[in-house]
Every structure is written in C-alpha cells, then in structure tokens.
C-alpha cells in the first residue's frame, strides 16, 4: 500500500511513490558509542535525538504511520544498567512526545505488554495514547516491550476469551496493532539482516531495507532519510500477484 505523494520525482515525470507505514528497527546504538570511545549507554541517549525532527520529515512527505522497535521482550536479558536506563531514557522522551503530539496534530501508539514496565512508565504510556487519540495528522508508534510472537499469542488467548469464531479483520481487533496500517517498508539499521520478531503480523508483504548505518547516524541524516524513500521508489510490490502467464507451456 503506498500514497501517490504529489511531488514529481527528478528523473521522470511519474509520481513519487510514498510508503503510507514505515517501521523502523532502531539497532547500532551501542556500537556506535564504542567507535566512539563512549559509554555503550550514551549511544542509546544519541540514538532518541533528532527523533522528533524525523518524524515531522516523513510525515511532511505523506508517510502517515512510523514505528520504531525501540524495546523487544527478548531486551530484559540485558544488565540491570541498561536496562534502567533505558527505562528513564524512554519516561523523558515519551513525556516530550505529549508536546509534540498536540503540537503536531500526532496520535502516538504504545506496543506491546506494559506489565513489566516500571508502573509509571506505563501510566505514561496510557497518558499519552489518551491525550493524542483524535488526531489526526499521522499516527507515531513504539514498540515497547514489544514482541511479534507475544503479541499474537496475546492476541490468540483474547479471541478464545471472546469465544467467537475469528477471520483476518476481526483477529486483528486483538492485536496491539490492529487499528495500524499494513507496514509497506521494513528499515533496519547496523547491518543486521534479520526481522527479529518485529511486528510480524503487519510485515506479511513489507518492503524490506537493510542499512549499514547505525541508528543514531540515521536518525540525524536527512540525506538517510531521503535514500529510504528513493529506495522504496525501485521496488515493485505485487503482493503476490504479477503479470499473468502460460506456465503450462500450452499455446
């Protein structure tokens, strides 16, 4: 699924195709503070800067829902540290976020379980969902405490509950993301080349970027963002359909 942004790209005539979901898979933090000679932390602190400004760029450009994998189940493994800091780092950007949702007319989503959230950040998370739920110009989404696999079992044990025969449509109602867009294009950083258990309900037809970037250098890097959206234009999307052929090799 894409927008036919009005824009007329530089090489031809034709419309510019514009994803209407990008995801995002936020990795290379910590790395890229290592070749730094930082704390593995302060990659983390570097790679939520300039989030807003990101934002407010494609959503100019008629993307109309970004998500980042800010927070996987599977990132409880890691130190007592980190994670602590991390979950300080999300309470104070997600606090910022509530400006920028009513500034920028944004509804902002929170995936995932928020029983182990620390109970403030959760409260936060139901804040901030509250307060921006009728806008309307353009949905933000975290994936925190996210897992794809959780979030069908989740989605699974409420339908049981519910006790009713489900299809596509109504299973989806179940689902942490069911009231997003299908993902048209997958972005993951660092030159990791795998989905890891993100989002993968909405990724059954996504585009699929890899990057060797790390995040904190994309998400300051207008020219990043722009080869994004020049790469998407090179990708022909057929959903599993295409031009009709004779396979039976009949005349």
Known sequence: MFNIFKKKSVESDMPVKIPQHIAFICDGNRRWAEMRGLPPLMGHRAG??????????????????????????????R??????????????????????????????????????????????????????????????????????????????????????????????TFMDTGDLLPVDLMVRTSNENRISNFLLWKLAYAELLFVPEHWPDLVKSEKLWQRVLDEYQKRNRRFGGGKKKNYSGKK
Request: proline share 2%; glycine share 6%; aromatic share 12%.
């Open 48 to 77: 939520i800067s300039n989030f807003e400004n990101l934002v407010d760029w494609f959503i100019a450009r008629g993307v109309t829902t970004i998500t980042f994998y800010i927070f996987s189940t599977e990132n409880w493994n």
């Open 79 to 172: 130190s007592d540290e980190e994670v602590s800091f991390l979950m300080d780092l999300f309470y104070t950007e997600l606090n910022k976020n509530m400006k920028h949702a009513i500034e920028k007319n944004l509804r902002y989503r929170i995936l995932g379980s928020r029983d182990r959230l620390p109970k403030k950040l959760a409260k936060l998370c139901d804040k901030l969902e509250e307060v921006s739920a009728e806008n309307t110009g353009g949905t933000v989404a975290f994936a925190l405490n996210y897992g794809g696999q959780d979030e069908i079992i989740r989605a699974v044990n409420a339908a049981i509950e519910n006790g009713k025969p489900v299809d596509k449509e109504s299973f989806e």
